[in-house]
């Protein structure tokens, strides 16, 4: 519709003149004609046109299709590296977990170990200490035992000298 304005059109349309009550109907049907669009392509439309608006739409179409398809191979590829993501770490946690839980048995089990040693030394010491109170003692008594024998043979020396002074004189 180059160079139509709206009061051409107006004029085309005014009732009462001429092609029997048409008016200017008849110059619309002319100017659609003429400018293919309508009938066919009559008047030098190219009817192919319509086609290839057709199979456009239709390509359209189907690469929206392939489009939604990557996009949801892309999604699915990214929920599933993020499930065996999610995955590893929850088993790294639970190995982890596990191993933290036989090195605390371990830590344990060698503090309980340290405890008994511990318990065995002070009763080992303590033995040793009332062993060496006895041998003191033993060794107390027996130098006292050999310091009153010696006194007592130091003094029947003493008394046999003594007495034998007094038989002298």
Known sequence: MDG??????????RDG???????GMIW???????MGGGFGGFGGG?????????NRGFDNQNLQAQTRDILGAVTNGTAQSVAATNQVYHDIVGYVGDKYSELQRDVA???VGQANM???????CCGIQ???????????MN???INANTTAVGQKILDTIMGNKIDEM
């Open 109 to 111: 089990a060698l503090a």
């Open 130 to 140: 009332r062993a060496i109170d006895g041998v003191n003692y033993n060794a107390a």
């Open 4 to 13: 139509l304005t709206a009061s051409d059109v107006a004029l085309m349309n």
């Open 143 to 145: 130098t006292a035992s």
């Open 28 to 34: 619309l049907f002319a100017i659609l004609a003429l």
């Open 118 to 124: 511990l318990a065995n030394q002070n009763q080992c």
């Open 17 to 23: 003149e001429g092609c029997n009550g048409w008016g």
């Open 46 to 54: 190219n009817g192919n046109a319509i086609q290839a608006d057709v």
